[in-house]
């Protein structure tokens, strides 16, 4: 089955202790990028990546790092995570970055830092 | 600034209503639109997706229209059902956005019995 796998699905953790939630894809796109969802304000990209290799910063990149190692893979990182990026996190992935291509997301993971 | 919009933010219909959401965009520069369905803290589920050469789409009982000179997108559901209640997404990635979606706030649709 063409999905996009997230986890964990629920995480709490406390300020400053680093963590990653992971990402992976087996559809072979070479598009993936995440967002948070916040109530308010909707979906929003926080990193993004054309290929292996090729990472860039969406609109609210700060305090987030991402990678991009394997085509399939794309953790998303959180050295010092702080209260304010307590939010429901999505992954996605699309065959290319531009042009007519399909977007599937990840079933999200909802991050709680205390 | 290139934004999408969904109006009503909320809607609230009895089963078997025909309903229509409506989506719309600042530019027509768009490679595609695509709606999602979501539940209360899932994900987002595709229902459709438009290219932007395209007029509609069709997936059983939803229909979706682009309007790119307009600047709008609908989806239609036909005979609604309790379990269409969600919230439906529409999204867009603009030319030159590097791939982004830009999503609308979303609709919150409720079905009654």
Redesign the interface.
Known sequence: EAQVTQNPRYLITVTGKKLTVTCSQNMNHE?M?W?RQDPGL??R?IY?S?NVEVT?K??VPEGYKVSRKEKRNFPLILESPSPNQTS?Y?C?S?L?????????????T?LTVV | KQEVTQIPAALSVPEGENLVLNCSFTDSAI??L?W?RQDP??????LL?I???QREQTSGRLNASLDKSSGRSTLYIAASQPGDSATY?C?A?F?NQ????I????TELSVKP
Do not use: C, H, I, W
């Open positions: 598009y990028s967002y909707g979906l990209q993004y054309m860039d969406g609109d429901l999505f996605a699309s290319f970055g531009v042009g007519n291509t399909e977007a599937f997301f990840g079933q999200g909802r | 490679y595609n695509q999602f803290g899932k994900g987002l589920t595709s997706l290219q932007s050469s997404l999204a990635p030319y590097g791939g982004k979606l999503f609308g706030q979303g």
